[in-house]
């Protein structure tokens, strides 16, 4: 079994990232459902609650096998690859649309190569900085091709998306080189967990979720966080932490270059429209994910 894998271990990678471009790019159209109903904080909230509540069996099992170091890492961890982002992308989707919330998460090999260079003294080859500006220069041409809400002008909560995207720069090149001897189900669930105390406090000691949720048309957008918490994040990060430690935080981060492409075809269900730019974008960032990453 174990030689089989091998054989074919870049085939489930590439396999994995394709499925999780589909998952992530998926999620800002849920987000943007959730948004019908409760607060961009509220949203944050449940999304992690539901994530932790759904992995809470697998931590309870890891907890005895964790020692000290684990522990503030997990805690590390759980901040910069989870809450912080699932609150960052509700605010920001509060004032952007799900497409360009999800174009602008495609800068995010870019801060996981960047920060692994800086702070974790990670050499960058010449195809993965070559790639990855290739992917960059396909996002720009998705953000400029007007996916946005106004189709002129600086929007500020594009900040909140690059802040996210920082965030899971630090956070991926951590799980890279402190939680090698931890199963990435151990990483996602005890980091999940971690935060469960921090969002379900808020959620339901300091926000209006519960009286909300006791309106009948708050129903629909309750189940897509619910469910954007177990799949989009819970059985999402699994896949995504198993990556990072199967190849490279950078090609495991390189699943943002696909979910704006899903992100726009979700968009394009919503009402919106594809121009040349859009295709020219598409092209370019599946351009940059080979290049980065090619056998």
């Known amino acids: 079994m174990k ?11 590439w396999g994995a990232l394709v499925l999780l471009g589909l998952v992530w790019g998926s999620s800002f159209i849920l987000i943007k459902r959730g948004l019908t109903a409760f607060s961009g904080s509220e ?14 069996p697998v931590a309870v099992i890891a907890f005895p096998k964790l020692n000290r170091r684990h522990w503030g890492v997990l805690v590390v961890i759980g901040f910069l690859g989870s809450l912080i982002p699932a609150f960052l992308f509700a605010w920001a989707q509060t004032q952007l ?14 801060n996981v ?3 692994g260079a800086i702070f974790f003294h990670q050499t960058i080859a010449r195809k993965q900085l070559l790639g990855l500006l290739m992917g960059l220069i396909g996002t720009v041409l998705l953000i400029l091709a007007g996916s946005a809400k106004s189709s002129s002008g600086f929007n500020a909560y594009s900040l909140l998306v690059v802040g996210a995207t920082v965030c899971y720069g630090f956070s991926s090149n951590i799980i890279k080189q402190y ?19 921090i969002a379900a ?9 519960l009286p909300t949720l006791e309106q009948q048309q708050a ?3 309750f189940l897509a966080i619910v469910t954007l918490g177990v799949v989009g994040t819970a059985l999402a990060l699994i896949i995504f932490n198993k990556l990072v430690q199967l190849r490279s935080p950078v090609f495991a981060a390189s699943v943002t270059y696909l979910v704006p492409m899903v992100a726009i075809l979700w968009g394009v269900m919503d009402g919106e429209s594809l121009n040349y730019q859009h295709f020219l974008g598409i092209v370019a960032i599946l351009g940059g994910v080979f290049v980065a990453n090619r056998l």
Request: aromatic share 12%.
């Open 97 to 110: 649309s799900s497409s360009s919330t999800g174009i602008i998460n495609a800068v995010t090999p870019l």
């Open 43 to 56: 949203v944050g909230a449940l999304r992690m609650v539901a994530a932790g509540a759904f992995l809470l």
């Open 179 to 197: 939680t090698y001897d931890l199963t990435p189900q151990t990483i996602t669930a005890v980091s999940l967990v971690l935060m469960l105390p």
């Open 3 to 13: 030689k089989l894998f091998a054989q074919n271990s870049d085939l489930i990678a």
């Open 219 to 221: 129903w629909w957008p």
């Open 201 to 209: 406090g808020y959620l339901f000691g300091y926000s209006s979720f």
């Open 113 to 115: 190569l960047l920060v």
